[in-house]
């Protein structure tokens, strides 16, 4: 036993050290202004490449059609869509960060939100793309996906979850960018009275549109940010239910079950903390953020993973439960094939990565050690993705009628997307740590110690 | 350019010097200062003596007017416009709208809140405030706090506003503008912006067009055109006679067929006894019938059957149908005529299905009664 005891009246500072507001800017804004170091390159490069390899399959993917990777009846359902959930998912962690941790007054997610947010934005894109493409002629797709006027008199079926999907996908990208782009605004500013040159300058003039930090302003200011997180806390747990509700509405067994929507929900706070875990303790090294992004944070983010993780952990097993509780010889046999059918291997690298390996992070050591962090979480994202593929392949292969069975076998372009995916991930991820502000430099500053008036109760109203 | 005062402005190191300074303002009667913070102060909205915020009120109109309207919207699709039966559930199954709805209403309230807070709230963007470029400004956009009193506030007195900021333990600075930089305002009818807008408009329409009716026809866009099958009417080189379209197999009888079974040769109302007509005179068979006696039978026969037809002289007359012979016919008669036809008259069989030709009789007889009417029906 540990002989610390935890002194849980004090509250512990978001960031190390007693650095001044100006050495914060100066930390923050070095790799802005910064000719970028040789790993950057070395990381675009690589990131590039990956891109470059979606790129390629997409084109022949645009030349050639959806026949061109596995899917065929009866998993018509295949790498399109379990991208496209996995990376919603990944999507999840950035707004959970910027409004539910908002709201709750947890102080430690100032360092790590901007980062979060515009995770959120990179990894809605690489799922969007999935979903558009897989509509097979994506240059009609918005025909069938928004409801617009056209001269066929036709509507989109509102009653539909994949309609649902398209609204709720939407919004969401479009509020995680007002809210990303809201946070943004006084760092804009703080940039343009700091920028070297011009063309910086004049950028950073326009994105701030002028903020100038007047109190008459941040009034307001707060106060949008409040009703944004507000708003943004159902928005992000209705995404992954909606997302959910694409399969449970339906009623393929193994698809049709009511504990899908909470249990997407925190899939995808598991699976979106563990890549923000991976990005996070990268960028930490590569910019010198130890004292920014603290090791207190890092543990705070491992143990809500640890939470998670095993809220999934408990739906993979109620599922089986409720096949066996529920009599329905279809539904016991999807599950009993889920594990021991052809699709073994997907299911038990899902169980370890998901429910058992992180399962470690009860141990203080493991949950402090950075490297135990990394690898756990990057087990996190494949457990995550074997997920959706269980839920998604293993379904379907096996519907109600044995004369509709058949299996799934990738082609070399659904790993082109994958691949492609990540890579556009990972290129976005580095141009935004070049360019913007990683860690939100108005925020960061509130919270240093000294930072916020001593006697504020003097005849303030409040 | 002559430069004019905008405000004096005093620099503060520390959030209580900061929070001070704004009471010691306040209290003096100032009304147009501002305090700038690198961040948000708690407790500086009261030591200026800010009333609240506005601004849910309107986050709560654009949430409402985003949830009245979508839910509309989408009733007004399922219901008036395109009504579907999906999955046997009624047209307005809003329990189903509800997702969408809150989507929009969510969507609306974010955008109204943020849009409305920038262009309304804060008139931005607005990138020439004489604020703007100062040194004052960038101490507080780094970490420093500062209050600003504007020249144009009522009791404003250089000498007295620099001793009172001073006072309060700040180190004092005026900011100075040019009226001519910030009253310059972009005019809607500068011909550049007008030729801007001409670009736009022309990149827009022929982007548009470009792509509409061009790209998307390129290969390898060909919208289907492109399928391994046989296309009706075209030639196969897969068949040995080439023909694309197949016969059916012999013997095959189309759905609904039933063969007459008297020829051209038989007589008229001989054959008609035994033929009974199907269709009651009811005012839907008699409107069928007219319907279809104006298409195919006026042009000979005339609109009333008399034989005066505007085919007059082009062809041989057709007898009259208020003749007393096609009055004492049986209906099967006339039926039988109709779909073998006779002398001149070609058979109808193809174009007139059964029941349009017992309804195309049942008209006859009322044109037949109308021209030969009885006392009784007078009455």
């Known amino acids: 036993m540990s002989s610390t005891v935890l002194d849980y009246t004090k509250e512990i500072p978001v960031i190390e050290g007693l650095p001044t507001a100006a050495a914060l800017d100066e930390t923050i804004v070095k790799p802005i202004n910064d000719f970028p170091q040789r790993r950057w390159f070395i990381g675009l490069a690589i990131t590039g490449t990956m891109l470059m390899i979606g790129v390629v399959s997409l084109s022949w993917l645009l030349w050639k059609g959806v026949g061109v990777w596995g899917i065929n009846q009866p998993v018509a359902w295949g790498f399109d869509v379990v991208n496209f959930v996995f990376w919603v998912g990944i999507g999840h962690a950035g707004t959970l960060i910027s409004a539910i941790l908002f709201l709750l007054r947890q102080k430690w997610r100032t360092g790590i939100a901007r980062f979060a947010e ?30 617009y006027p056209n001269q066929h008199g036709v509507w989109v079926n509102f009653t539909s979850p994949l309609e649902w999907d398209v609204f709720a996908v939407n919004t969401y990208f479009i509020v995680s960018a007002v809210f990303w782009y809201l946070g943004l605004i006084p760092d804009f500013a703080t940039l343009r009275d700091r920028a070297t040159t011009t063309i910086k300058k004049v950028t950073f003039s326009i994105l701030s549109l002028g903020w100038r930090f007047s109190n008459r302003h941040w009034q307001h200011y707060e106060r949008a940010y409040l009703i944004m997180a507000g708003f943004a806390t159902p928005l992000v747990l209705s995404v992954h239910t909606i997302v959910s509700f694409d399969f449970a509405v339906s ?16 899939g995808a706070i598991f699976s979106g903390f563990a890549m923000v875990q991976n990005v996070l303790i990268i960028t930490r090294k590569a ?28 739906a993979y097993i109620m599922e089986f439960f409720i096949a066996w509780y529920s009599g329905n010889a279809t539904e016991l046999f999807v599950f009993v094939n889920r594990a021991f059918g052809p699709y073994w291997w997907a299911y038990w690298t899902m169980m370890t990565c998901n429910l058992f390996t992180p399962q470690l992070f009860w141990s203080k050591r493991i949950r402090t050690s950075l490297l135990a ?19 998604i392949v293993t379904s379907l292969h096996r519907d109600f009628l044995p004369s509709s069975w058949g299996m799934f076998v990738p082609t070399m372009w659904d ?33 240093i110690p000294g930072a916020q008036p001593t006697h504020h109760g003097n005849g303030a109203s409040h | 350019m002559e430069k004019k005062l905008y405000s004096i402005t005093a620099i503060y190191s520390y959030p209580n010097d900061i929070i001070r300074a704004a009471k010691t303002v306040r209290d003096a009667g100032y009304k147009k200062f501002d305090v700038h913070t690198p961040y948000p102060i708690h407790g500086l909205d009261g030591a200026m003596g800010l009333k609240e915020t506005k601004l849910g009120f309107v986050t709560l109109a654009a949430a409402i007017v985003g949830a009245a309207g979508m839910i509309s919207f989408a009733s007004w699709v399922a219901v008036v416009d395109y009504p579907q039966v999906i999955g046997g559930k009624p047209y307005w199954s809003w329990p189903a709208f509800v997702p969408v709805t809150y989507e929009i209403a969510v969507l609306l309230a974010v955008l109204g809140t943020v849009g409305a807070m920038i262009a309304f709230f804060f008139k931005f963007p607005n990138i020439s405030h004489p604020l703007h470029d100062t040194p004052y400004m960038k101490k507080v956009s780094a970490d420093k706090f500062g209050v600003s009193i504007q020249a144009d506030d009522e ?39 007008i030729v801007l807008l001409a670009g736009i ?48 197999v012999a013997g095959t009888v189309a759905r609904g067929f039933i063969p007459y079974p008297y020829a051209l040769g038989a007589k008229a109302d001989s054959v008609g006894k035994f033929l009974v007509n199907p269709l009651l005179p009811t005012k839907t068979t008699l409107d069928l019938g ?39 016919w049986p209906d099967g008669a006339i039926f039988h005529t109709i779909t073998v036809g006779q002398n001149v008259m070609p058979s109808y069989q193809y174009q007139i299905s059964r029941e349009e030709r017992w309804a195309i009789v049942n008209y006859i007889r009322t044109l037949q009664r109308a021209y030969n009417a009885k006392e009784s029906d007078l009455q």
């Open chain 1, 118 to 147: 515009a995770m959120t934005l990179f990894a809605v894109l690489c799922a969007v793309q999935f979903v558009i493409f897989h509509t097979g002629r994506p240059w009609l797709a918005m025909a069938w996906l928004f409801p």
């Open chain 1, 251 to 266: 009623i393929i067994p193994g698809w049709h079950t009511t504990i899908f929507p909470p249990y997407f929900v925190a």
């Open chain 1, 287 to 314: 910019f010198k953020f130890e004292h920014l992004i603290t090791m207190d944070t890092i543990e705070k983010m491992n143990k809500i993973i640890l939470v998670t993780g095993t809220i999934v952990g408990y």
């Open chain 1, 373 to 391: 962090s990394f690898i756990l979480a990057i087990f996190v994202n494949i457990g995550m993705w074997f997920e959706r593929f269980v839920i």
């Open chain 1, 415 to 447: 790993f082109g997307m994958l691949i492609g995916s990540f890579g556009l991930f990972f290129t976005l991820v580095l141009l935004f740590v070049k360019f913007l502000p990683a860690i939100a430099m108005a925020e960061i500053k509130a919270v």
């Open chain 2, 155 to 193: 009791q404003f007195d250089e000498k007295k506003v620099r001793e009172l900021l001073k006072s309060a333990g700040g180190e004092v600075e005026a900011v100075y503008y040019s009226e001519e930089f910030l009253t310059f305002k972009p005019q809607t009818f500068d011909p550049k912006f």
């Open chain 2, 201 to 248: 408009a022309l990149a827009t329409s022929a982007g548009g067009y470009l792509y509409f009716n061009k790209v998307l026809y390129l290969p390898p866009f060909d919208w289907m055109m492109m399928q391994p099958k046989v296309n009706p009417q075209t030639m196969s080189e897969f068949y040995a006679d080439g023909f694309g379209m197949r016969l059916p």
């Open chain 2, 290 to 328: 007219k319907k279809k006696y104006f298409t195919y039978c006026s042009p000979c026969h005339g609109n009333f059957g008399n034989g005066d037809s505007r085919m007059n002289g082009q062809f041989p007359n057709p007898p009259t149908l208020h003749s007393d012979k096609v009055r004492t």
